[in-house]
């Protein structure tokens, strides 16, 4: 009897977890039109902040594209140089937000849905910090350079 209902336990375990990979690739594939929103920040020179809200200490990737995929930006850190707009897209299948860290001027798109896409440029050199509103542990840093 207690053998029978461990093997029923494991079965219903994964059924669930074929199920759920079964969806999330299905979700995955489905295309989705992009819209983008922009936004501009002029703050002033020597504006930095500490890097307690990073989520890695790796050195930053020189890109101005950001994936906000399975809960995290990916790049989590990136470099650019001043004037550069960097976008983020969501390509989960759940809302999220880019949301500044340090009560900065800073990128604050509100909700972005799936398949959606926000730009911000950044102006004044620094280091930038940014979170989702939604999913705390998501995190990232942007570091402007000359």
Known sequence: MKAAVIIIAVIVVLAGGGYVIVKHNSDNNKKSPSTSTSSNMNMSSGSS???SGSSSSST???????????????????????????????????????T????????DSGDLAPGKSYSFTFNTAGTFH???????EMTGTVTVTQ
């Open 49 to 51: 902040s500490n890097s």
């Open 60 to 98: 930053p990737t020189a890109t101005n594209s950001v994936s906000l995929q399975n809960f995290a930006f990916s790049p989590a850190d990136i470099t650019v140089t001043k004037g550069t707009s960097v976008t983020w897209t969501n390509k989960d299948s759940t809302t999220h937000t880019v």
């Open 100 to 107: 500044e860290t340090d009560s900065q001027t800073g990128p």
């Open 130 to 136: 940014y979170h989702c509103s939604i999913h705390s």
